[in-house]
């Protein structure tokens, strides 16, 4: 079945840089785009970020675009995120997702805090 396995979040000083990571099981990953979404306390999950399947394209919410790079390694099936000058509000779980067949799949989520 299809799994999706998030990691690399953690505690982090404002300014500060992290890489999350995906990893992606159980169905054709090279075949689907791939999302990164976030959550925060109190609020809906928000799109942060998409990529191709080929990787060749890349779009980004507005409040991280110049800040966060997704990019992906077909031959690995992992997607990831890299996340630079960390922000307090950028504090959130951090979950990837991709969209099978009109079904949407997330893993289990990642939780980034940022100290201020």
């Known amino acids: 079945q299809v799994q999706l396995v998030e990691s690399g979040g953690g505690l982090v000083q404002a300014g500060g840089s992290l890489r999350l990571s995906c990893a992606a099981s159980?169905?054709?990953?090279?075949?689907?785009?791939m999302s990164w979404h976030r959550q925060a306390p109190g609020k809906e999950r928000e799109l942060v970020a998409t990529?191709?399947?080929?990787?060749?394209?890349?779009n980004y919410a507005n409040s991280v675009k110049g800040r966060f790079t997704i990019s992906r390694d077909n031959a690995k099936n992992a997607v990831y995120l890299q996340i630079n000058s960390l922000k307090p509000e950028d504090t959130a779980v951090y979950y990837c997702?991709?969209?099978?067949?009109?079904?949407?799949?997330w893993g289990q989520g990642t939780q980034v805090t940022v100290s201020s």
């Open positions: 997702s991709t969209l099978i067949v009109f079904k949407n799949y």
């Open positions: 159980g169905f054709a990953f090279s075949r689907y785009a």
């Open positions: 990529i191709t399947a080929a990787g060749g394209s890349t």
